[in-house]
C-alpha cells in the first residue's frame, strides 16, 4: 500500500509532461526489484518508456518475467546496474522514482524472521541510519533529470527530514514536497528540477 502512493505520485509527474515538448517521456525506475513500479507506470501511462535499474539479477529476471506476463514488452527495459553507474552517459529522464532500501541497522535487527529471511538484504538494509542509498539517489538523480523532470522516493518512517535536506543540498530542485500513505504517515518525498534559469 506505501508504494501505491509513490506511484501516484509519479503518475501525477508525468501528467506535467505527457503533451508538452516531449509526448513520449522517459522514466527511471531505480531498484526495481519485481517490476512492479515500473510496470505500473508503463500500464496505466500509454505514453511513458519506462527503463527499470537493478544490482541484482535475478531480480531482474522476476521483473521480466512480470513484464511479459503483463504484455508490456517494448515498454520496459531492464538494466542491471548499482544505481546509475550501468547506465549510457549523458542519459536524462523526465521522472525518476524509487523505493529504495531505507531500513536502518537496529530496525534490521528487529524484523520479523519471515521478513527479514524471506526479503534480500540487499531490498531492505540500508546503513546505520537508513540513508546509505538515497544519499548517492538523491544527487546522481539530479543530474540524469531534464530541467522540469521529477523525482520521486519512497521513505521510511521518520526520514522525511533527512532526505529533505539531502534534496536540499543537490541544488537542483525546486520546492520538495511529500505525501502520505494510508496510515496517514509521510511516505514519499518529491520534487521537480529547476529549469533553465531557475533556482533550484
Known sequence: PETETLVDVALELLLGIVGSARPEPLVLDMGTGSGCI??????????????????????????RRNTARHGLEGRVDFVRSDLFG?????????????????????????????????????????????????RRLVPAAAACLRPGGGLAVEVGKGEVEAVRELFAAAGRFGPVRERADLGGIPRVLFARRGRTGERG
Open 38 to 63: 515500473a510496470l505500473s507506470l508503463a500500464a496505466e501511462n500509454p505514453f511513458a518508456h519506462v527503463v527499470a535499474v537493478d544490482v541484482d539479477e535475478e531480480a531482474l529476471e522476476v521483473a
Open 86 to 134: 550501468g547506465l549510457p552517459s549523458g542519459q536524462r529522464f523526465d521522472v525518476v522514482v524509487s523505493n529504495p532500501p531505507y531500513i536502518p541497522a537496529a530496525e534490521y535487527e528487529a524484523l520479523e524472521p519471515n521478513v527479514r529471511e524471506y526479503e534480500p538484504r540487499l531490498a531492505l538494509y540500508a546503513g546505520e541510519d537508513g540513508l546509505d542509498v538515497y
